[in-house]
């Protein structure tokens, strides 16, 4: 049974940045692609941006491209989102997540991808 326990989100004003963590245990880290996804109230849950298990390639969603950075140390098994520049439209609660299967080379971009999630950590930020 994997485990994901994300931490950093926090009060930021707009133009701040954070860098948010996710640890996993229980499952061989290395092996899966990983996912951070976010939800504001009354809005559903949308994928941030996304990193294959081996590192190398990286995806993310149009609004944070430039902002957010994700990665990865496979040695910790750790997967990271930093975020610059946040803006107030970026307030939502952050979830980190792991692909369903391992070795997958294609971007899951639907929570339907995804079968373990952490229990996800506010982000606020202020105008």
């Known amino acids: 049974q994997v485990q994901l326990v994300e931490s950093g989100g926090g009060l930021v004003q707009a133009g701040g940045s954070l860098r948010l963590s996710c640890a996993a245990s229980?499952?061989?880290?290395?092996?899966?692609?990983m996912g951070w996804f976010r939800q504001a109230p009354g809005k559903e849950r949308e994928i941030v941006a996304g990193?294959?298990?081996?590192?190398?390639?990286?995806y993310y969603t149009g609004s944070v491209k430039g902002r957010f950075t994700i990665s990865r140390d496979n040695a910790k098994n750790t997967v990271y989102l930093q975020m610059n520049s946040l803006k107030p439209e970026d307030t939502a609660v952050y979830y980190c997540a792991v692909r369903s299967e391992p070795w997958t080379t294609s971007w899951g971009t639907s929570i339907n991808d995804y079968d373990t999630w952490g229990q996800g950590t506010q982000v606020t930020v202020s105008s």
């Open positions: 229980g499952r061989t880290f290395s092996s899966y692609s």
């Open positions: 990193i294959w298990w081996t590192g190398r390639s990286t």
